[in-house]
Nanobody, 114 residues
Framework: QVQLVESGGGLVQPGGSLRLSCAAS????????MGWYRQAPGKQRELVAR???????TYGDSVKGRFTISRDNGKNTVYLQMNSLKPEDTAVYYC????????WGKGTLVTVSS
């Protein structure tokens, strides 16, 4: 089993920045993919970004050029640096880990509003 704990969400003004963190614990394989999804009210959950243990990244079209995903394999932690935030980025952000099975965190709320 794997446990994922997100942190770093909150309220930010449009144009601002936030950094999300997700720490994984439990039975973690050396090779896995960690990432972030988000779900806004009334919308489907969508991919924000993901990163393999080798460092290969994938981004959702709506965040390319504004968000950066990174990870520290030694700490089993993934980060999401979010810049130039827009009101439409408001959502609950979920951390995921894929290693055979897919594990989800409980989510952290990001609100972009003036």
């Amino acid at each position: 089993q794997v446990q994922l704990v997100e942190s770093g969400g909150g309220l930010v003004q449009p144009g601002g920045s936030l950094r999300l963190s997700c720490a994984a614990s439990g039975s973690i394989f050396r090779i896995n993919t960690m990432g972030w999804y988000r779900q806004a009210p009334g919308k489907q959950r969508e991919l924000v970004a993901r990163i393999t243990s080798g460092g290969t990244t994938t981004y959702g079209d709506s965040v390319k050029g504004r968000f950066t995903i990174s990870r520290d394999n030694g700490k089993n932690t993934v980060y999401l640096q979010m810049n130039s935030l827009k009101p439409e980025d408001t959502a609950v952000y979920y951390c995921t880990m894929v290693q055979g099975a897919t594990y989800w965190g409980k989510g952290t709320l990001v609100t972009v509003s003036s």
